[in-house]
């Protein structure tokens, strides 16, 4: 398994990445780490967490699995997190010196799930930080196209200067990963003034909407405040997508007044607006780069609390 990247990231990734606010990047996991993490993922189904939750409509055909903070309790997952490119990948693509894993997720569309719809979003609001150093990466696990799930993003809408309020797919109430502050009395923060998403599905030829189809080993590098969205999966495919939440320097933790933001595992022990710690064993959310001496799976389990 290749844990550093076999090659920097292209001019050309890095200009999509801050132009249209999501690149493709080609082969970058090994083979190794694509079937370690297949299995992974079925181990993950098979056991779930108190916080995976189904977000295919109920009562229709198929599954859609969600969960999140999978390093906490995988050895896998934990591995992936801090021994493979992906901390590489995400410091190049925000040219950060540092980069802190916020939450790791897995997104499973099983196949025969045609009503399993991702429902258009922003992830700034949903996420509990600020700051222009924040970002997705979308690993590919199978090889994905627009009818068994791809991703479609709204080119360049991280430059609008728009802030949208988050939006869940699914039953929210369902949903035990979702839970951030009670909604405060008082002036907002600026950064809390959002508006409402637009209908991107009712008016698709007024926007710019782009999708890549991937390999397995290919990954996504997004801008947070992207607009996304995805269809279901009505192929006899498994559409398996492993993501990440990561940060880097000037990235600075967010209490959101809203119960859909994505909740912590833990209490992280900041308050809103406190930077990022810069402890790779911090137990909900440590620095993944620089790479701390024998940061490994084993090395980290004794740390998590």
Not at 234 to 256: M, P
Not at 274 to 282: E, K, L, N, Y
Request: glycine letters at 12%; hydrophobic letters at 35%.
């Amino acid at each position: 398994m290749n844990g550093n990247m076999p090659r920097s990231l292209s001019r050309e990734e890095i200009d999509a990445f801050e132009r249209d606010g999501v690149a493709l990047v080609k082969g970058i996991f090994d083979g190794d780490w694509i079937e370690r993490m297949r299995r992974a993922v079925d181990d993950v189904l098979a056991r779930p967490s108190e916080r995976m939750g189904d977000l295919n409509p109920q009562g229709k055909p198929g599954r859609f699995v969600y969960d999140n903070y999978l390093w906490t309790f995988n050895d896998d997952f934990r591995a992936l997190s801090f021994e493979s490119p992906v901390p590489e990948i995400a410091a190049a693509a925000m040219a950060s010196d540092r980069v802190n894993l916020l939450y790791d997720f897995i997104l499973v569309k099983e196949p025969g799930s045609p009503h399993g719809e991702t429902r258009w979003h922003q992830d700034t609001y949903g996420n509990p930080c600020e700051g222009r150093q924040t970002m997705g990466l979308w690993l590919s696990l199978d090889h994905v196209t627009l009818d068994s799930g791809a991703v479609e993003w709204v080119r360049g809408s991280h430059l609008w200067g728009r802030r949208f309020e988050a939006t869940t797919t699914g039953d929210p109430d369902r949903h035990s990963f979702l839970g951030g502050a009670a909604a405060e009395a008082g002036p907002k923060r600026p950064e809390d003034v959002v508006e409402p998403m637009p209908d991107i599905a009712g008016s698709r030829g007024d926007y710019d909407i782009i999708w890549f189809e991937t390999e397995p080993g290919d990954c996504l590098i997004a801008k947070l405040g992207l607009v996304h969205g995805a269809p279901g999966n009505g192929t006899d495919r498994r559409r398996r997508a492993i993501g990440y939440r990561l940060v880097g320097d000037d990235a600075r933790y967010a209490v959101r007044p809203t119960a859909r933001s994505i909740r912590p595992h833990a209490d992280p022990g900041l308050g809103h607006g406190d930077p990022f710690p810069a402890d790779p064993g911090h137990r909900v959310f440590p620095q993944t780069w620089p790479r701390a001496p024998g940061q490994a799976a084993g090395a980290q389990r004794g740390r998590l609390g």
